[in-house]
């Protein structure tokens, strides 16, 4: 493990090696893998790299019910419609991971976790629900569409699905995977100049990466007009505020402590006073008895 002079600086043969890890590891629960974790779910899991242009380099993830860029129909689920249930159960994931592993080795692993269409990639890097090892979660879901117009409409959107339908179920089927495909030639020959810009080491001049960057993907994203169904936007929210507390108390807390002895004297003193009573009343008697043997002598 090459070892840090600055926690935030990486050399190019680390973000190379990084690079080599991400495209050669295959997750596995043995310790001594990079991905020593393993995600238990009721569904099929699906492994998809996720590249980020900024920094060069691809993102690991795991989803279920992914169909960003295939020819297959997305899981459907049938949802009742009764009012009394409130809730519907979607899916249920375990993940087990190691708390001694981690990529990125200066820090404790963690796992990035959103929901979200089934034809478009979540960006790990903007998205920032961060679970923590050790919790559990619930995450409630609403449903909502936004049907657009396209042109000559201001909306101007593209039927995805009906497209890819057209195209015999080829191409892809939302915008972001439209705009995915823009980030292939950049993606394949330009991660070292993107990995280089961001950690400013070397010469970052790259005429045809600049190009691409700057012409190619702007003009070809431009085509990648918004889905005229806006598919679904994600809530999440607590059921409830209120907070389930279990507190341990001593055995006997000072102010106990303090209270017992109070306790205590206070019975003493009762005592003592009922007991003083009783000497202070024979002594009278005692006096006047010889007050009495006094007169008649």
């Given at each position: 493990i090459p070892k840090f002079a600055d926690i935030g600086y990486l050399r190019t043969e680390e973000v190379e090696a990084l690079h080599h890890i991400l495209y050669s590891s295959v997750p596995s629960k043995n310790k001594g893998n990079p991905w020593s974790f393993l995600v238990k779910n009721q569904s099929h899991m699906k492994t998809n790299l996720i590249f980020?242009?900024?920094?060069?380099?691809?993102?690991?993830?795991f989803s279920s019910n992914l169909h960003f860029n295939d020819n297959s129909e997305p899981d459907k689920l049938i949802i009742s419609s009764s009012p009394l249930e409130r809730r519907e159960f979607l899916d249920h994931f375990v993940l087990i991971m190691q708390a001694n592993e981690s990529l990125f080795y200066q820090q404790l692993p963690v796992v990035v976790f959103s929901v979200h269409s089934p034809f478009i990639q979540n960006n790990p890097i903007f998205v920032a629900n961060v679970l923590k090892l050790g919790h559990e979660y619930e995450v409630n879901v609403r449903l909502e569409e936004e049907h657009l117009l396209p042109h000559p409409f201001p909306t101007n959107c593209t039927d995805y699905d009906e497209m890819w339908r057209k195209n015999n179920k080829t191409g892809p089927r939302s915008q972001e995977a439209c705009q995915k495909k823009c980030l292939e030639s950049f993606e394949e020959q330009c991660w070292e100049?993107?990995?280089?810009?961001?950690?400013?080491?070397?010469?970052?001049?790259n005429p045809i990466c600049e190009k691409i960057e700057l012409?190619?993907?702007p003009r070809c994203e431009m085509n990648c007009k918004n889905n005229c169904l806006d598919t679904i936007k994600i809530t999440a929210f607590l059921e409830t505020t209120e907070v389930n507390v279990?507190?341990?108390?001593?055995?006997?807390?000072?102010?106990?402590?303090?209270?017992?002895?109070?306790?205590?004297?206070?019975?003493?003193?009762g005592i003592s006073v009922w007991a003083s009573v009783g000497i202070f009343?024979?002594?009278?008697?005692?006096?006047?008895?010889?007050?009495?043997l006094f007169r008649k002598n």
């Open positions: 980020n242009r900024y920094i060069g380099l691809r993102c690991m993830c100049y993107a990995s280089a810009r961001m950690l400013s080491f070397g010469n970052n001049d012409e190619e993907i279990m507190k341990h108390n001593a055995l006997y807390s000072k102010e106990e402590l303090f209270s017992y002895i109070g306790g205590l004297m206070g019975c003493w003193l009343e024979n002594a009278i008697r005692k006096i006047v008895q010889a007050k009495r």
